[in-house]
């Protein structure tokens, strides 16, 4: 597949579907990566609820035929889209989009739509360095949309013992037939199954978000020789990073899957490798805005 090369100060019209989005960090951290490699980018919300098959068929003929190079998917439509693309990527169906049957990237290629997955490669970037060499067994509560993009990423770098938890115990059943191919997982029966002899662990809730000020797994299964990621990124330090770093752990925020999954798609969209660097002061900026506003309210 080919990329598509974009010349300075050409338009670049890109978008995100899903609902509610409002609070996106997303046009931020994609204008502010367009604009300083001289592209005019405008990043559109398509906030749309409840949509059935025919009214997302209709977003992305909208998506095909008005000039975006692209869009990102996001709650609830990621899996809802994946009949309604013209193929998915070679990449996301050997680990990604075809095998998790999810996108939360779909791409504009000679009118055709394209489905990716930057979730998992995104997080794969951002925790390659907190993986020891050998012997990683890594713990991941939840199941959901992130949850399996992240079970996908940590099979993807060929983590050892990953086990995977979920309160609902079949969703976690269905996501350990999904990677049976790639390397498989072990499907716990409780967070304290999953914790034990873990080197690892990544919440894939959104437990911890605000408002939600609780913790997906006890603090005292934390301890300092392990280290502990979170998905969740309002607010960067959740409950849950809070109690690692008091045990001693290495922590990773969800700001770094944010970026690493925006900086991912923007390459597929435009061919162009933006900077990291700026798309995280955007993201920093909308959070620093958010964050003040929470506290002032």
Same mark, same amino acid.
């Given at each position: 597949?080919?990329?598509r090369?974009?010349?300075?100060?050409?338009?670049?019209?890109?978008?995100?579907?899903g609902?509610?989005?409002?609070?996106?960090a997303s046009?931020a951290?994609?204008?502010?990566?367009?604009?300083a490699?001289?592209l005019r980018?405008?990043?559109?919300?398509?906030?749309?609820?409840g949509a059935?098959?025919a009214?997302?068929?209709m977003m992305?003929?909208g998506?095909?035929?008005?000039?975006?190079a692209?869009?990102?998917?996001?709650?609830?439509?990621?899996?809802?889209?994946?009949?309604l693309?013209d193929?998915?990527?070679?990449?996301?169906a050997?680990?990604?989009a075809?095998?998790?049957?999810a996108?939360n990237?779909?791409?504009?290629?000679?009118?055709r739509?394209i489905?990716?997955?930057?979730?998992t490669?995104?997080?794969?970037?951002?925790v390659?360095?907190?993986?020891?060499?050998s012997?990683n067994?890594?713990?991941?509560?939840?199941?959901?949309?992130?949850?399996?993009a992240? %079970?996908f990423?940590?099979?993807?770098?060929?983590?050892?013992?990953?086990?995977?938890?979920?309160?609902?115990? %079949?969703?976690?059943?269905?996501?350990a037939?999904?990677l049976?191919?790639?390397?498989?997982a072990t499907?716990?029966?409780?967070?304290?199954?999953a914790?034990?002899?873990?080197t690892?662990?990544?919440?894939?809730?959104?437990?911890g978000?605000l408002?939600?000020?609780g913790?997906?797994v006890p603090?005292?299964?934390?301890h300092?020789?392990?280290?502990?990621a979170?998905a969740v990124?309002?607010?960067?330090?959740t409950?849950?990073?809070?109690?690692?770093?008091?045990?001693?752990?290495?922590?990773?925020?969800?700001?770094?899957?944010a970026?690493?999954q925006?900086?991912?798609?923007?390459?597929?969209?435009?061919?162009?490798?933006?900077?990291?660097?700026?798309?995280?002061?955007?993201?920093?900026?909308?959070?620093a805005?958010?964050?003040a506003?929470y506290? %002032?309210?």
């Amino acid at each position: 597949m080919s990329k598509r090369g974009y010349a300075a100060s050409e338009k670049l019209l890109t978008g995100l579907i899903g609902a509610p989005i409002a609070h996106s960090a997303s046009p931020a951290m994609h204008e502010r990566a367009a604009e300083a490699l001289g592209l005019r980018g405008h990043y559109q919300l398509i906030e749309v609820a409840g949509a059935d098959a025919a009214g997302l068929r209709m977003m992305l003929e909208g998506v095909r035929r008005l000039g975006f190079a692209g869009v990102n998917v996001t709650y609830p439509y990621k899996e809802a889209v994946v009949p309604l693309l013209d193929e998915l990527a070679p990449g996301a169906a050997a680990m990604g989009a075809a095998a998790m049957g999810a996108v939360n990237t779909v791409v504009v290629r000679d009118g055709r739509l394209i489905g990716h997955n930057t979730d998992t490669t995104g997080f794969a970037r951002a925790v390659a360095p907190l993986l020891a060499p050998s012997g990683n067994a890594v713990a991941v509560i939840g199941t959901g949309g992130v949850g399996k993009a992240i %079970a996908f990423a940590l099979a993807s770098l060929k983590v050892s013992g990953l086990r995977i938890f979920d309160s609902e115990t %079949a969703r976690a059943e269905k996501l350990a037939s999904l990677l049976a191919r790639h390397g498989g997982a072990t499907v716990a029966k409780s967070v304290e199954d999953a914790l034990d002899g873990a080197t690892g662990l990544v919440n894939g809730t959104p437990v911890g978000m605000l408002p939600n000020r609780g913790m997906p797994v006890p603090a005292t299964l934390l301890h300092e020789k392990m280290w502990v990621a979170d998905a969740v990124y309002s607010p960067l330090i959740t409950p849950l990073l809070a109690a690692a770093q008091a045990k001693g752990a290495r922590i990773m925020t969800g700001r770094e899957l944010a970026i690493y999954q925006a900086a991912d798609a923007f390459e597929l969209f435009t061919g162009l490798a933006p900077s990291t660097e700026v798309m995280g002061e955007a993201f920093d900026e909308v959070m620093a805005a958010r964050s003040a506003a929470y506290h %002032a309210a």
